[in-house]
T-cell receptor, first 110, second 117 residues
């Protein structure tokens, strides 16, 4: 099971772009990279998933370099409501995404 | 159309009592997960069910913890002889891994906050 490493916390200001990088040096060939967002008193919520290069949806972008040993979640123009904990997971087949780790606590300030 | 639901939302119990936590997954989802989250911490995997396969119980912290999934749908997590260190939020998630590779997105319920006095 691929282990992930993320910064414990990050601070930003409203309107800025935020990039959170996750390291996953022992990612397997079949593994995908998935990011979740968790607000206080709620369960985590799926944000984005990718395998390689770049994925973009209405919420975020995910950048994955060619070696896939890391990935960067990019949140454009954050607002106060983006204050949350962001988790990076690596896996793909059923049952492999079992280790969430500590996540990155993002604080967006006015 | 409904998401994952859990009950109760809050449970306060006395040390030594047994508790049962319920999870109703999204209809049609074959995979079901239980996690535990202590205050300010990440998620700790407890147990995983997939279809009719034997559950992956590798995350259960002790034999006081058990879970079952009836009819491939509803799941119950049971904690016997609760201890104060069992106090946490217990989260359930379901997914539909048979949809294809890399699509094992987990959908989480709101959790049950367990407080053991």
């Amino acid at each position: 099971l691929a282990k992930t490493t993320q910064p414990i916390s990050m601070d930003s200001y409203e309107g800025q772009e935020v990039n959170i990088t996750c390291s996953h040096n022992n990612i397997a060939t079949n593994d995908y990279i998935t990011w979740y967002q968790q607000f206080p008193s709620q369960g985590p919520r799926f944000i984005i998933q990718g395998y390689k290069t770049k994925v973009t949806n209405e919420v975020a972008s995910l950048f994955i370099p060619a070696d896939r040993k890391s990935s960067t979640l990019s949140l454009p123009r954050v607002s106060l409501s983006d204050t949350a904990v962001y988790y990076c997971l690596v896996g793909g087949n059923a049952g492999n995404m079992l280790t969430f780790g500590g996540g990155t606590r993002l604080m967006v300030k006015p | 159309g409904a998401g994952v639901s859990q009950s109760p939302s809050n449970k306060v119990t006395e040390k030594g009592k047994d508790v049962e936590l319920r999870c109703d997954p999204i209809s049609g989802h074959t995979a079901l997960y239980w996690y535990r989250q202590s205050l300010g911490q990440g998620l700790e995997f407890l147990i995983y069910f997939q279809g009719n396969s034997a559950p992956d119980k590798s995350g259960l912290p002790s034999d006081r913890f058990s879970a079952e999934r009836t009819g491939g749908s509803v799941s119950t997590l049971t904690i016997q002889r609760t201890q104060q260190e069992d106090s946490a939020v217990y989260l359930c998630a379901s997914s539909d891994p048979l949809r294809g590779r890399g699509t094992d997105t987990q959908y989480f319920g709101p959790g049950t906050r367990l407080t053991v006095l």
